[in-house]
């Protein structure tokens, strides 16, 4: 992880992106111009990790170009967060590791519709990993 901005130093960017159960903003570039969209994430040894539809956009476009820009933040105050720029790699035998560390991290331990339905669908997810992480952050805390 390189720190190129920002009050936080590289413990306290980790500890926020543990924390935060919020989704990531991921955005792409493709043929018809950029794309952001909103996933499920989780911080892992340096690395974001997602999952996704292996036929999902995102995936065709970080395949063409594994450039990607990112934010974590909160659409409530206190206003802080992390972003920056990676570089993504789809890993397509990690899906079965990486969807029931998210489904477990956003929707808890107990089974879920949701979570069920997910990993019914397992066997067309793939995972999204984030590394060369640039990244910046802020933090409006103390003004709020």
Sequence with gaps: MNI?????????????????VIPIRLATIGRSGPLVQSLWFLYDNGSLWCATQADAVVVRRLTADPRCGF???????????????A?????ADA??????????????EEPSPLGTWLMSRI????????????VSSWDYSGRM
Aim: proline residues 6%.
């Design 4 to 20: 190129r901005s920002g009050p936080w130093d590289q413990a306290e960017v980790e500890r926020f992106l543990e924390e935060s």
């Design 123 to 134: 066997d067309a997810e793939v995972a999204i990993r984030l590394d060369d992480l640039q």
């Design 71 to 85: 934010e974590v933040a909160a659409d409530a105050p206190p206003y802080r967060g992390v972003r920056g720029g």
């Design 87 to 91: 570089t993504a790699t789809i890993v």
């Design 95 to 108: 899906a079965g590791e990486v969807l029931p560390r998210l489904i477990e991290r956003y929707l808890g």
